[in-house]
């Protein structure tokens, strides 16, 4: 793995960017390779983020209620997609209080990576961040998830094994190649940007989802190479 240290931290409390709110703080990361050779831009990597932090409460008076908040961890932009089914990225639920949280954090080289820490309520709550620190942990590749699972076995106008053949797919197919989904994996799982390797058109990038269709990136995929029977290589992070 390529030999790298964060270098930069920058810290922007939110009155600086929303000076209505006092709730919430935006960390942003970036770094550099203490190596340039070692300068992988598809690279991303983890990055363990440790907050000491406080939530002070406005008390609404009103017994169980009273003065309790909770703070929420939102990765605002990330070094590659990772959706919540059907929408949205990974959050994190935090206690209004601790002095060593930690929180994992997916990071590119020579890319920003913003983690926007929230108290709620909203209007009656305070955000104190008093220290963070990051340190690179591991390549993300080191944690994937790897499945095989062959195309659907359809044959018919517009699919042969599963894979997309011509243009007879309406409405217009979102790119050349194309297969079935056919798998007990929750489709929800799938999202743009996640990459698939096929027996011979080898790794692709999903670049659309339409129901049980999924779409990829580069030239229209061999129906007898790449289809059913041959399994395909998800890579789930």
Same mark, same amino acid.
């Given at each position: 793995s390529a030999s790298l240290q964060l270098l930069r931290f920058r810290l922007f409390q939110q009155a600086l960017i929303n000076p209505q709110k006092a709730n919430s703080v935006n960390l942003v990361f970036s770094s550099n390779p203490l190596n340039p050779a070692d300068a992988v831009a598809s690279s991303t990597y983890y990055v363990d983020v440790e907050l000491n932090y406080a939530l002070t409460v406005k008390s609404t008076g009103v017994p169980l209620i009273g003065n309790r908040g909770v703070v929420n961890a939102t990765? @605002?932009?990330? #070094?590659?997609? /990772?959706?919540?089914?059907?929408? !949205?990225?990974?959050?994190?639920?935090? $206690? *209004?209080?601790?002095?060593?949280?930690?929180?994992?954090?997916?990071?590119?080289?020579?890319?920003?990576?913003?983690?926007?820490?929230?108290?709620?309520?909203?209007?009656?709550?305070?955000?104190?961040?008093?220290?963070?620190?990051?340190?690179?942990?591991?390549?993300?590749?080191?944690?994937?998830?790897?499945?095989?699972?062959?195309?659907?076995? @359809?044959?018919? #106008?517009?699919? /042969?094994?599963?894979?997309?053949? !011509?243009?007879?797919?309406?409405?217009? $197919? *979102?790119?050349k190649a194309g297969f079935l989904f056919d798998d007990p994996l929750p489709q929800s799982l799938l999202i743009p940007g996640m990459m698939v390797e096929f027996a011979q058109g080898g790794a692709r990038k999903i670049v659309a989802l339409r129901g049980r269709e999924v779409w990829v990136t580069g030239e229209a995929l061999d129906p007898v190479m790449d289809g059913y029977p041959h399994a395909i290589k998800l890579r789930i992070k």
């Open positions: 990765e @605002v932009k990330v #070094a590659i997609p /990772k959706g919540i089914p059907f929408e !949205g990225v990974f959050s994190y639920g935090m $206690p *209004p209080r601790h002095q060593h949280w930690h929180i994992p954090l997916t990071h590119r080289l020579g890319e920003p990576s913003v983690l926007s820490v929230t108290g709620y309520p909203e209007e009656r709550t305070t955000l104190q961040v008093f220290s963070c620190n990051a340190r690179l942990s591991a390549p993300d590749s080191l944690f994937e998830l790897t499945r095989e699972t062959p195309p659907q076995n @359809v044959t018919n #106008a517009e699919w /042969k094994n599963g894979i997309a053949v !011509g243009s007879q797919n309406q409405p217009e $197919p *979102p790119s």
